[in-house]
């Protein structure tokens, strides 16, 4: 019940084209939903998030979908540049808060999504 | 790169040693989370630290220690290390009651 489930494990486009990744999750107790992009050699890099009482969100050329009912959410990058070929992953935490302060809870990721765009 | 700090950039550890590394949080930020991401998957939860102590674990043994000090830094300590240990560490660190974690670039651990 802790998964998320990333798909599909790798994707190639082309410069210009929109890049589609999907995750899906069981645990209902997730309230926060980021994306990452992360480059070799580097930590991962936080591009978006959104929270459940939306259904989409939108940054730049980024989108977030998201689709409480089906607990499935998906990363939309329009026109897609091979600046962006890098490894994606979603991500899901549920909110904790401990006695005497807030703790929030922990990162569940995907296991991820290699971009590849070609010029 | 969203300020939090890491050393060493790379270990190379023999099988039965022990291992510390170290994080320093952006600052402003008073909550440290540490990753272990195997080569090709996503980053795995270790541990949160907040307010100097141990809030939520994630399914690793307790060869696996860490520790957080008054100025919001952290250590992970591995012991008894095993070639399945090798991996890239990740530390993550977030403000008081945000939501967004920003992760350091990590510390490529490899056991031989």
């Known amino acids: 019940q802790q998964q998320v489930k990333q798909s599909p494990q790798s994707l190639i486009v082309q410069k210009g084209g929109i890049s589609i990744i999907n995750c899906a999750y069981e645990n209902t107790a997730f309230d926060y939903f980021p994306w990452y992009q992360q480059f070799p050699g580097k930590g991962p890099a936080l591009l978006i998030a959104i929270r459940p009482d939306v259904s989409e969100k939108k940054e730049g050329r980024f989108t977030i979908s998201f689709n409480k009912s089906a607990k499935q959410f998906s990363l939309h990058i329009m026109d897609s540049q091979p600046g962006d070929s890098a490894t994606y992953f979603c991500a899901a935490s549920p909110y904790r808060a401990s006695a005497g302060g807030t703790s929030y809870g922990k990162l569940t990721f995907g296991q991820g999504t290699i971009l590849t765009v070609h010029p | 790169d969203a300020g939090v700090t890491q050393s060493p950039t790379h270990l190379i550890k023999t099988r039965g040693q022990q291992v510390t590394l170290r994080c320093s949080p952006k600052s402003g930020h008073d909550t440290v989370s540490w990753y272990q991401q195997a080569l090709g998957q996503g980053p795995q939860f270790i541990f949160q630290?907040?307010?100097?102590?141990?809030?939520q674990r994630g399914n690793f043994p307790d060869r696996f220690s860490g520790h957080q000090f008054p100025n919001y830094s952290s250590e992970l300590n591995v012991n008894a290390l095993l070639l399945g240990d090798s991996a890239l560490y990740l530390c993550?660190?977030?403000?008081?009651?945000?939501?967004?974690?920003?992760f350091g670039s990590g510390t490529r651990l490899t056991v031989v």
């Open positions: 630290y907040y307010e100097e102590e141990e809030r």
């Open positions: 993550a660190s977030s403000r008081p009651q945000g939501r967004e974690k920003g």
